[in-house]
């Protein structure tokens, strides 16, 4: 009979071992999905899951220890926002504080192409510009100069 409740025993043993791993298997994805979802403070420009960075690793392990707890990953995030800001966040939310982080660079890059087609207006409209001095015909008195110049060189050469 000992050998018997040996076994059984056992056996439970693997069962509840299994169900833990695959527990733990599944709690360590939702870590690593909400660590990709986290912005790491130091780098800046990677998640908290592709950091190296010792704070990453201290936000890391209070990740884990929120969760744990039994928080779920909208409150791990309220509670990190809370104490950080939205800055935390990969994908911070569009709000009046995030305008500028989200709409800044297409407002930078209307600015420039405005700027950029100022420019060329003003130019088109400043005597025709280049175009317009190109194709006039040279004057009679720069073209003696040009002569003048280039006698005097080939002077220079021969001798």
């Known amino acids: 009979m000992g050998l018997r409740a040996t076994f059984l025993l056992f056996v439970a043993a693997l069962i509840v071992s299994s169900a833990w ?56 995030k309220e509670f990190l926002v809370a104490r950080y800001g939205d800055f935390v966040l990969y994908r911070p939310p569009v709000k009046a504080t995030t305008w500028a982080l989200w709409f800044g660079p297409f407002a930078l890059l209307a600015a420039g192409a405005a700027i950029w087609w100022i420019t060329l207006r003003r130019r088109r409209t400043a005597g025709g510009g280049a175009a317009a001095a190109a194709e006039a015909p040279p004057r009679a008195d720069a073209l003696a100069r040009a002569r003048a110049l280039l006698d005097d060189t080939r002077l220079r050469e021969n001798e």
């Open 21 to 76: 791993a695959q527990g733990d298997a599944a709690f360590e994805a939702r870590l690593q999905a909400l660590e990709k979802e986290l912005r790491c403070l130091v780098c800046q420009n990677q998640t908290l899951a592709d950091s190296g960075a010792g704070l990453a690793e201290d936000l890391r392990r209070e990740v884990r220890t929120l969760a744990r707890s039994g928080k779920t990953d909208a409150e791990i």
